[in-house]
């Protein structure tokens, strides 16, 4: 799981790559995200998508952790094809 670092009051994007394990052509259909303090939903929204190459895509969230001294989780839900995948990313806020 990846972890990446705020300053309180800091608003930046937060990025991941997803890449075809194929190398195959693919395209991702749609893109959301949801930051949570614990079990506490802190902000949600859609992702910028941005195809990079045939087989790597680039998913983007704009956020901004309220609260110092906490670690969050970001995570992202992404639709290719029939699938929908999850992936997590751990915010630290100091």
Not at 7 to 31: D, H, M, N, W
Not at 51 to 63: F, K, N, P, R, Y
């Amino acid at each position: 799981m990846d972890r990446v670092n705020f300053q309180l009051g800091e608003r930046k994007y937060v990025c991941i790559k997803i890449t075809s394990s194929c190398r195959e052509p693919f395209e991702v259909a749609s893109a959301k995200y949801v930051l949570r303090n614990g079990s506490q939903e802190e902000a949600r929204g859609d992702c910028e998508i941005r195809q990079t190459g045939d087989a790597e895509v680039m998913l983007s969230a704009l956020i901004q952790p309220m609260i110092k001294g906490t670690v969050y989780t970001l995570e992202y839900t992404y639709t290719i094809g029939q699938e929908i995948l999850i992936y997590e990313v751990k915010v630290n806020v100091t």
